[in-house]
């Protein structure tokens, strides 16, 4: 049986990496992250023999799917921010970026499950423990960049030009049209009684899987 051709993206993730490590490095086992302009993938060379995370802008233009140009220098400037300037690691590190590309290299954080894919699956009760380290972890992030602002922009701006306004309001925008999706979901005067629930103390734990609309359910 014939192998099959190394697909052109994991060609380029080679070459990146070849040049990152100065060293030969063979990318194999590219698995594609669907629906996500991501992919997983084992890198071998250089000494080490590990799997790790390519992402990449989605073809095309326009403000929707996360096609924007900015979007991976953006992230690779906000993980090296929290890895080199507060020094924590609460989030994967970058391997290799090219601007020109836009293909970020980031740590392998597998084996894990999502923890909203958890929530979904048994309810927020089965989970408590994991509710809280993940509370304590979002603490932990704004407590340590609070004020670094400036500290992040510099990284920002080494990678490239930015664009203020979309990069401070748009992946604000993202988040306020899948509220709006969801929102619609619901059936009619579901919200209402959502919101008066939501304003009286629970003593009992609930199912995410209960309340949230079907179709939002599992993203």
Request: hydrophobic share 40%.
């Given at each position: 049986m014939p192998v099959p051709p190394t697909p052109s993206?994991?060609?380029?993730?080679?070459?990146?990496?070849?040049?990152?490590?100065?060293?030969?490095?063979?990318?194999?086992?590219?698995?594609?992250?669907?629906?996500?302009?991501?992919a997983r993938f084992r890198v071998e060379g250089a000494g080490a023999a590990?799997?790790?995370?390519?992402k990449w802008v989605r073809p095309g233009t326009g403000h929707t799917a996360?096609?924007?140009?900015?979007?991976?220098?953006?992230?690779c400037a906000a993980l090296r921010f929290l890895a080199e300037d507060v020094e924590t690691r609460l989030a994967p590190r970058v391997i290799a970026f090219d601007p020109a590309a836009g293909l970020l290299v980031l740590e392998d954080l597998a084996p894990r499950v999502a923890?909203?894919?958890l929530l979904a699956r048994d309810g927020a009760a089965a989970h408590a423990e994991r509710l809280t380290a993940f509370a304590r972890a979002l603490g932990?992030?704004?407590?340590?960049?609070?004020?670094?602002?400036?500290?992040?922009?510099?990284?920002?701006?080494a990678l490239g030009p930015v664009?203020?306004?979309?990069?401070?309001?748009?992946?604000?925008a993202d988040h306020r049209q899948e509220g709006v999706r969801c929102h619609r979901a619901w059936p009619a005067g579901s919200v209402t009684r959502w919101?008066?629930?939501?304003?009286?103390?629970?003593?009992?734990?609930?199912?995410d899987s209960a309340w949230r609309p079907r179709a939002c359910r599992g993203r």
């Open positions: 993206r994991a060609l380029a993730v080679q070459r990146l990496l070849t040049e990152r490590c100065s060293a030969p490095v063979t990318v194999g086992g590219w698995q594609p992250l669907e629906p996500w302009a991501v590990r799997t790790a995370i390519a996360r096609r924007e140009s900015w979007r991976p220098a953006a992230e923890l909203d894919t932990r992030l704004g407590a340590v960049t609070a004020g670094r602002a400036d500290a992040y922009r510099s990284r920002r701006a664009d203020r306004e979309a990069a401070d309001v748009q992946p604000f919101r008066r629930a939501f304003r009286r103390p629970r003593t009992t734990g609930c199912s």
